[in-house]
């Protein structure tokens, strides 16, 4: 059974940062490739970033400079460090591998 634990989401002042958690199990996670996925309200849901098995990384355009992606496999873990943050950042952040996905960590940038 696939399991995609996140955490890490909150509450924080516009130039805060966070960092997301996601801790697979059920996968060979050092072969898969990982993502994060954000839906705010009302948008549909679109890729953040995404990490390769081999350690590539992409990233949306409105995130390059303030988000990191990087990965621990001996750890099964996958991270979104998110740094200045801004309003329209505020969604819930989605973990994604292949066709399975986490249950969602909020991330609400208010000041």
């Known amino acids: 059974q696939v399991q995609l634990v996140e955490s890490g989401g909150g509450l924080v002042q516009p130039g805060g940062s966070l960092r997301l958690s996601c801790t697979a199990s059920g996968i060979i996670f050092s072969i898969t490739n990982m993502a994060w996925y954000r839906q705010a309200p009302g948008k549909e849901r679109e890729l953040v970033a995404r990490?390769?098995?081999?350690?590539?990384?992409n990233y949306l355009d409105s995130v390059k400079g303030r988000f990191t992606i990087s990965r621990d496999n001996a750890k099964k873990t996958v991270y979104l460090q998110v740094n200045s943050l801004k309003l329209e950042d505020t969604a819930v952040y989605y973990c994604?591998?292949?066709?399975?996905w986490g249950q969602g960590t909020l991330v609400t940038v208010s000041s």
């Open positions: 994604n591998a292949g066709s399975y």
């Open positions: 990490i390769s098995d081999g350690g590539n990384t």
